[in-house]
Every structure is written in structure tokens, then in C-alpha cells.
């Protein structure tokens, strides 16, 4: 008997093994290829001029689309297999609480190590909240992501030199701080879809994970991978599909004219129009150094660039799955105020 379970056994594991370390490189295959592919088809094959509007639509649409589907397939997976080896009251215990705002800190310095847009930090906001990290710490990371990274840093040291920079960064890290720790004293976990907090095994909603199998915790990743793709990809694909159509539209003649230095309302034009747009910092700056060139204050257009990546229409379409709209509003409010607070600030002192 012990003869014909081993090799069994033995068997089943290189089948597991085999098969995991083969679709984490196909994943990762795929996640290099994305992007050259959309360049060769579209700019290539069909001839879209990859610098107009309708060319940069079109490939961020669809590049896009890959791109955060493809995380949410990694991140959601990885995160789901993870939190089988811990209880979400574990996690809370661990994060919660009086440590609460050491989470903020360390989800934040997560946030600037980790160079996604905004829709593509939701993915690990899914995982992070299903995985019973709380709320308002993991609201520190949804911040801290898009709103600074290494690309920004360096460009921003490259354009305007290690003063405004340090305070960029030291800005950008205050509001992801301290916003999810005002989001995490307010309780508003009620506000979070049910659904995200339910832990399934093959379609079974289960109490607890121990005794569970590692057949069982790769099957429960699988399961809620295709549970969330099926409940988000109409979001998905509005929110991509609206950021794509105003994807390179720069309002610089907008900003000249309304938000310049004589407006005392520039701050708040300026986070007004960055909202509804959708980049990363790496790809609103360069409409920020021609705003500067043309004499804008450096506070106006810090404020815009950071509403520009930290809050954004489609990836509060994608947010809509999991969060209700009172939580959705609450946290644009308040991140929005933090934004415009820095941007007066900035005015001010230089």
C-alpha cells in the first residue's frame, strides 16, 4: 500500500508544481510581450500613428486592458493562496489597531516601491482587503501607489531639482498617511462589498482554512480569480475604454488662461480638471514642465499632476465593484482635500 502512494503522491505534486511554474511563465511571458505586441499591431500591421490621439487611444485601450487583467490574474491569485495561511483576524490583529498607523506607513512606503497607475494598483487593493489588511491601511497603499514612485522621483529631479522633488515626495506620502488613517478611525469596512470579505472553496463559502491542502489553497486562488474577473470586467472595460478616449488630452491652453498665477482659485481648477483624466506621473509630467515654462506656479501644477494619477474616473469605475459609492466619495474627498492643501502650501512657500 505504501509502495503505490508514494510514487502517486510524488506524481500528483510535480503535476502541481510543474503546472504552477509553467502558468507563472506563461503570465510572465505574456506581461512582457503585451506591450510590443499592441506596438507592432497597431502602429505597425494597421498603421495607426502611435503619437496621435486616435493611435495612443487605441493602444492604451487595448495594452490596458491586458495589462490590469493580467495583474488582477497574478495579484488576486497570489494574494488568495497567501491568505489561506492566515485568518483575517489574524491579519487585523497584526495590523490593526494600536499599530494601525505603523500599517499606514509601511502600506504607503509599499505604494512608492510599487510604480502602478491608479487602475493598476485596485488589483492589490482587492487582494489586500480581501485579505483582511484594513481598510484604511490598505487605503494608504491605493493612495501611495500611482501618486509617487521611482519613475516620478527621477523625472521630477531631472525637471526641477531635489527641492521640489523632496517635497513632492514628502507630500504624496502625508496625504496617502494620513488619509487612510482618517478612512480607518471612520470604520466604514460596512461600506465595502460583502463579498469581498467571504473566503470560497469550489463555490462553498468556508469559515475557516486550516487543515486545507495546497491542492485546496490553488484551487481557492483559481476560484477567485475567476470570481472577480467575472464580477469586474464590465468595469474593466468602461473604465479602460474611458480613460483610452481621454488618454493625451493636455489642457495646457485651459491652464494658461484660468489656473495662472493671479487665479486664487487655480488649486482647486487645477485638481478639478486632473480628476476626469487618467496617466501615470510619468506620463502627466511632461505637460507639467510646459505649464512651468509658461509660468504657472509649481504648486498648481504639483496639485494637478497628483490628482491626475491618484484619482481618476476610470479607476473609480474599476472601484465600483468593490467599494459602494458613500466609501468611493469619501475617499476622492478626502484625498482630494490633501491635494489641494499641498498645492496651497506649495504656492506659499515657493
Known amino acids: 500500500m505504501t509502495t503505490t502512494t508514494a510514487p502517486s503522491a510524488r506524481r500528483q505534486s510535480v503535476r502541481r508544481w510543474g503546472g504552477l511554474a509553467l502558468a507563472a ?34 493602444h492604451f485601450f487595448f495594452f490596458d486592458t491586458v495589462k490590469i487583467a493580467l495583474l488582477l490574474i ?23 489597531g494600536k499599530r494601525e498607523g505603523v500599517g499606514n506607513v509601511m502600506a504607503a512606503g509599499l505604494g512608492v516601491v510599487t510604480p502602478f497607475c491608479s487602475c493598476s494598483a485596485v488589483p492589490a487593493f482587492i487582494g489586500f482587503v480581501a485579505s483582511g489588511v484594513p481598510l484604511g491601511v490598505t487605503m494608504s497603499f491605493l493612495i501611495a501607489s500611482p501618486l509617487v514612485n521611482e519613475v516620478a522621483i527621477a523625472l521630477l529631479l531631472g525637471l526641477f531639482g531635489p527641492g521640489p522633488t523632496l517635497m513632492y515626495v514628502g507630500a504624496g506620502l502625508v496625504i496617502a498617511i494620513v488619509a487612510g488613517m482618517v478612512i480607518g478611525r471612520l470604520k466604514l469596512e460596512r461600506w465595502v462589498e460583502p463579498f469581498v470579505f467571504e473566503t470560497k472553496l469550489r463555490g462553498q463559502v468556508i469559515t475557516s482554512t486550516v487543515g486545507l491542502t495546497w491542492d485546496d489553497r490553488i484551487q481557492m ?23 483610452a478616449a481621454i488618454h493625451g488630452w493636455a489642457p495646457e491652453d485651459f491652464f494658461a488662461t484660468y489656473a495662472g498665477a493671479d487665479n486664487p482659485f487655480a488649486v482647486l481648477i487645477a485638481v478639478l480638471v486632473g480628476v476626469p483624466l487618467y496617466s501615470n506621473a510619468a ?3 511632461p505637460i507639467v514642465d510646459a505649464l512651468y515654462a509658461k509660468g504657472l506656479p509649481m504648486g498648481t501644477l504639483l496639485a494637478f499632476m497628483m490628482a491626475t494619477v491618484a484619482l481618476s474616473v476610470p479607476e473609480m469605475i474599476l472601484l465600483r ?21 499641498v498645492g496651497y502650501l506649495f504656492n506659499a512657500v515657493l
Open 283 to 285: 506620463g502627466v509630467l
Open 221 to 243: 486562488g483559481i476560484d477567485e480569480v475567476i470570481s472577480i474577473l467575472r464580477g469586474i470586467w464590465p468595469y474593466l472595460l468602461v473604465g479602460i475604454g474611458l480613460g
Open 321 to 341: 465593484r468593490v467599494l459602494k459609492p458613500k466609501l468611493i466619495a469619501v475617499f476622492v474627498s478626502i484625498t482630494a482635500l490633501g491635494i489641494v492643501a
Open 74 to 96: 497574478g495579484i488576486i491569485f497570489l494574494v488568495t493562496v497567501l491568505r489561506s495561511f492566515m485568518t483575517v483576524e489574524r491579519t487585523r490583529a497584526l495590523l490593526g
Open 25 to 58: 511563465a506563461v503570465w510572465w511571458a505574456l506581461y512582457l510581450v503585451n506591450e510590443p505586441f499592441w506596438n507592432w499591431l497597431i502602429g505597425g500591421a494597421i498603421g495607426l500613428d502611435l503619437n496621435s490621439r486616435l493611435g495612443s487611444g487605441v
